[in-house]
């Protein structure tokens, strides 16, 4: 049984630790910028890759060339970490757990207090999808098959029935019942 429990995090309201700026940095800087492109990431490593370096010209990261320290962890909302040494992640997640902030340990699912998702974005549709840590490749997988059946126009579905719901006169109870019966018809239709 997968007893995770999926959130969609307002990742752009937070300030996060990304600690390692080798290819495991960049691969997380990577997959928070293109969901949430307007986070605020401070990145920590005495050497930083630098596809890094250009990102944080466009973006809002803060980059400090130098070795985690306990103090970096000081404000921030999550951390991730990917350094080559197993020994600093392991202190990071240590002092982590201490001041009760989630983190990531990349490939390390022990460690972990939450996994990055695979994701599937159509418009405002945005579908999360894990394997419990089974199999990330499956789940690349099954992204790129929803990616593919996932209608083109589904944006536009979403805003009528946005607008639609936003027409509805009456109350809660039949708004509901009213969204639901719109609904059931368009999946009958297709
Ligand atoms: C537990 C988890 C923790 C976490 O990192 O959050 C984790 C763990 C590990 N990943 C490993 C390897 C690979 N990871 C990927 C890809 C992704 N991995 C991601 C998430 C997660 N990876 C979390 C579970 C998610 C779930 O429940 O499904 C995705 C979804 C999101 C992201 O990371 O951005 C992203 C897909 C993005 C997309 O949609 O394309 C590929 C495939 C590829 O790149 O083609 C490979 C190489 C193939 C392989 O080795 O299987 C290894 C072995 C390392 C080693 O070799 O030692 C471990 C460690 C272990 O499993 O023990
Ligand atoms: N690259 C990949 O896709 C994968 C990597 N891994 C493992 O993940 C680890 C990291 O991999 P890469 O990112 O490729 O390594 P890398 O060598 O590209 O980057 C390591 C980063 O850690 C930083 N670092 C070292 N000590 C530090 C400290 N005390 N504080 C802060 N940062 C520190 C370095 O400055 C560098 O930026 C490796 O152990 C690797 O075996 C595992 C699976 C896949």
Redesign the pocket.
Known sequence: MNTLFPIFLKAEQMTILI???????L?KLEALLKNSPLSHIVL??????SEIVELSKSHKIELFYE??RVEHLHDKNIVIV?????E?NKQVQIDCKSMGILVNV??TPDLCDFYLGSVVTKGDLKIGISTNGKSPTFAKRIREMLQDIIPENIQETLDNLQKIRNSLKGDFEYKVKKMNEITTISKEEK
């Not at 600690?19 to 940095?25: K, L, T």
């Not at 920590?44 to 890759?49: C, D, G, N, S, T």
């Open positions: 600690v390692g700026g080798g290819n495991v940095g691969e920590v490593a005495p050497e930083i890759k070795p985690y990917g350094t080559d040494r197993p600093v990349a490939d």
